[in-house]
Structures are given as C-alpha cells and as structure tokens.
C-alpha cells in the first residue's frame, strides 16, 4: 500500500468541478492580479478568523514580513520569536532589518514557552511573534500578558494553523495581527503561492494593504516604500472555493489524528502529539517522536508511507543564523525536538486502511515481536531525496 504524505490530487478531483469553474471565471475575466475574487476570499478569511480585515498577499513569508513593516520595525529593534519553526519566521525579522531573538519552546506542546518570554525582552524588544506550530496555537494569555505590559506588538505566526483555536478564539485573531501561508500544503492551500494578514486595526490593515502594492494610496500616489505582493487572482479564486471546505477538511484532520491515537498510544518508544487543554488542534502535521529515527524514516520509505522531518536544523543552527553566535545547547528542547521528531502522514484525504497500515508499520518497527491482527502488505517502497520521504505527489510541506 502507497500512504502519500499529503494527497493534493484526491483532494483537487474531490472539488475539481467548482475550482475549474472558477478558474475558468478569472480566465474570462482576466482579473490576474488582485480583483474581485481575491477581494471576495479576503471578505470570507477575515471573518472564517473572527477578524475585521484580511489582506491577500504573495506568501507567508511575505505576510508576516509586510506586517512588521507596516508596524514600523526595523534597525535597532529585536523581535522574539522561537528557533523551533520554518526558517521564514525568522527571515521576516531579518527582511525588515530586526534582530530576531530566541525563547525556547514548551517540552509538551513544542511551542513557545512563555515562562522564557520575560527574560528575553529589552528594552529595544518591539515584538514578539508565537508561530503556532503543526497546527496548535501558542499559550497565547501568557504572552498576551506579557505583551502587554512590556507595550510589544504580538503577530501571530499562523502560517501552519488555519481554523486553529484558543479557548475559542481562531488563530490570528488574538494578536496585533495573523499571517498565514497559503503554500499548496497548507490545511488551506493555494495551487501555487499565496499568504495573508488578518488583522481588527484597520490602521494596520490599511498600511500593510499599501505596502503590498507599492505603498500606493491610490494609483501612481506612492505614500511610502512598499512592494509587489498582491494576491493573484488564480490564488484568490481557488482559496475562495477551498475555504468552505476548509472546517469539515480540518475536521477530518482531527477524526485522523484521533485515529492515530487510538492505535498507536501506551506504545514504549513512541511520543504522540499532545493536544493541549487550551488548543483545537488542526493537525497540519502530525508529528511523533522515536528512538533510532533514521531507521524508522527508511522502514516507513520501504514500506511505501510518506514521512518528513519539521525541522531536522533549528534556525539557531542554520548558516544563515550563525552570526547570532547561538551554538549548540542553547536552547535544548528545540534541539531535543529536531533529534527525534518525525511527521506521519496527515490529510483529510487519508482512509481509515492507510491509518491502520500506517500504524501498523510502526508497531512492527518499534517491537518487532509483536504481531498485529492485520498483515502488513509487502510493497516495493521507494527513497527520494530531502527531508520529506514522499509517496507521489510533488509538493509536500514547508
Ligand atoms: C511557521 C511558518 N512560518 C512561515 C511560513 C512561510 O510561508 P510561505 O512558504 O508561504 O512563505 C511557513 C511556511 O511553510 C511556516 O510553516
């Protein structure tokens, strides 16, 4: 049996004919670049986020870069945020000519641990920045708090938990603002690149809309410095039909996880996923924790299943980081994280046979006398290069 790290393609055949007729409709219409239908998806995100306003933008990257901006960060100042995350959290500090500074994260939730926070402000400290990572929102009341009797701005990286909740608030709601990607394999993807800012200030949600269009007001008025990082209308069109069935996909993403659970918890050598008190989970990756992961990643790549590592480097330890003179063991539970961690496959797409399979599999790896009631199918499993192992499909995860 073939388990794909995620399933782009049976999910596009599931909606193929609204994404068609939509795609059609730009066609016809030639709205390219922004236009009604990107204008129409902005109106349904914001208020899909409890939010007033939502900005479409060219990606996540690009979201959270523009929201910085538009909050006036720049040299001199320091923005916190974790090393436990994709590099483009810490790019959009730099992009904008910030320090970007560390906390570690929670040994649990593998998001920022908001006990650090305080010993980590100064007073050039301007903003903070939780990435609400696999799909699971940050301890945001800590931070909040924190926040705010420091005066910091707090943006929420969201970029991997559309639909995720805190005590009932929707990521990128509680903060400053929330910047989302809209990569292919995002729970809501794009079929190409796309990111988004949502924000209740409208001061802040009118800089970072200038800022995307070459700080222009109005055509050929350009207030400030600004950039091409309109939404195109492709991505506008195929994002609007996607988010209506973006609660029921992130259910089943939910319905999976537990599936997961049921199977594969009480198992000596494996580490689930915690879902926190405080947290609706959306599950955009689904990552456990093993002993001897490099032979666990081949076992699973032989027998056909997709699997990744989010991330093997700690941005601390990147090259690109290294100016920031932060070594190894300075902050263990990321480094800890990015030893051991492994992502199984997850999407709403995923059956209840390729679960079981799944788990199966790793049962059979990790006690190996043990026999389970179902046979594990032999299949001719491949190995491609890259930190993500993938059954067939071309695009996978940041
Ligand atoms: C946590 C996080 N932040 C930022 C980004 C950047 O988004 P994009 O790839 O759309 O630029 C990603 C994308 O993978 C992400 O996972």
Redo the contacts with the bound molecule.
Sequence with gaps: MKVPFLDLKTQYQSISEEIDIALRHVLNTTAFSGGPQVERFEEQFASFCQCKSAIGVG????A?WLTLLALGIGRGDEVITVPN??I??VEAISLCGATPVFVDVDAQSYNMNPHLLKNAITPRTKAVIP?H?YGQMADMDPIMEIAGKHGLFVIE?A??AHGAEYKGHRAGSMGDAG?F???PG?NLGAYG???GVVTNNPELAAKVRMLRDHGQSRKYHHEVIGVNSRMDGFQGAVLGVKLKYLAIWNEARRRNAQKYRELLSGMDGLILPREMDYARHVYHIFAVRVRNRSDFMTELTEKGIGCGIHYPIPVHLQNAYAFLGKGAKSFPVTEECADDIVSLPMSPELTGEQIEYVADTVKRFLHPSVSSKRGVQKTEGHRMPGAVHQAESLVT??
């Design positions: 990606s996540g990257t690009e959270l995350t994709f483009a959290t990435v990572l990286d970029c991997q910047c990607s809209f990569y995002k690149e796309a990111g995860t940041n």
